[in-house]
């Protein structure tokens, strides 16, 4: 059972390039999460997905996109990368949508040169 | 005002003592409240949801006060392994779910 899986690990990206992070969970949870992490700021959503073939955005959703591709998998993708983009995105997912129930990933390192 | 505010610390304390971390949130339809704990560079992990009548597990005692609006944890006996950042966590609904975290407090326990 690996829980919440992520890669990369880490990235380097150039201005304009772009990446799908990928996330996956093996626990039957029915709702996913993409977090972006900052110095000096909290976790912030990017995007969730309640279930599978729904998506919808946080509070940060510009410059991505996601898919739910099946219920084990959520992805996020970068079109075209900017250097306030440099951050450490973590995916979550969850049993019942709420917080004590949410599990998170190891995290992706990003830098945008 | 941020939604929820967290001194960043560090707090340096010394192996054996007790230590106390707040969290002011400004929303006063918030429900539901947790803390939080992240090791340097790895994932946040629940460490314990905190209830209206204050809970405690083990060394960690974690209290609410809905009318100041803000709540604490506080570790007893600080462990050289307590050494992380701490999350504080709001989570609210009003017609769909919020979830708001702090940006933590760095707790630093030296031997």
Redesign the interface.
């Known amino acids: 059972n690996a829980g919440v899986t992520q890669t990369p690990k880490f990235q380097v990206l150039k201005t304009g390039q772009s990446m799908t992070l990928q996330c996956a969970q093996d626990m039957n949870h029915n709702s996913m999460y993409w977090y972006r992490q900052d110095p000096?700021?909290?976790?912030?959503?990017i995007y969730y997905s309640a279930s599978e073939g729904t998506t919808d955005k946080g509070e940060v959703p510009n410059g991505y996109n996601v898919s739910r591709l099946n219920k084990r998998e959520f992805s996020l993708r970068l079109e075209s990368a900017a250097p306030s983009q440099t951050s450490v995105y973590?995916c979550a997912s969850s049993e019942a949508?709420?917080?004590?129930t949410?599990y998170?990933?190891?995290?992706t390192r990003l830098t945008v040169l | 005002r941020k939604e929820v505010e967290q001194d960043p610390g560090p707090f340096n304390v010394p192996e054996g003592a007790t230590v106390a971390f707040n969290c002011t949130y400004s929303n006063s339809a918030s429900q539901s409240f947790f803390w939080y704990r992240q090791d340097c560079r790895k994932e946040p992990k629940l460490l314990m949801s905190v209830y209206s009548s204050g809970n405690e597990d083990g060394r960690f005692t974690a209290q609410l006060n809905r009318a100041s609006q803000y709540i604490s944890l506080l570790i007893r006996d600080s462990k050289l392994s307590d050494s992380a950042t701490y999350l504080c966590v709001v989570e609210s609904w009003g017609g769909y779910q919020k979830v708001t975290f702090g940006i933590g407090t760095k707790l630093q326990v030296i031997p």
């Open positions: 000096g700021m909290g976790l912030r959503l973590f949508g709420t917080v004590d949410q998170f990933g190891p995290g």
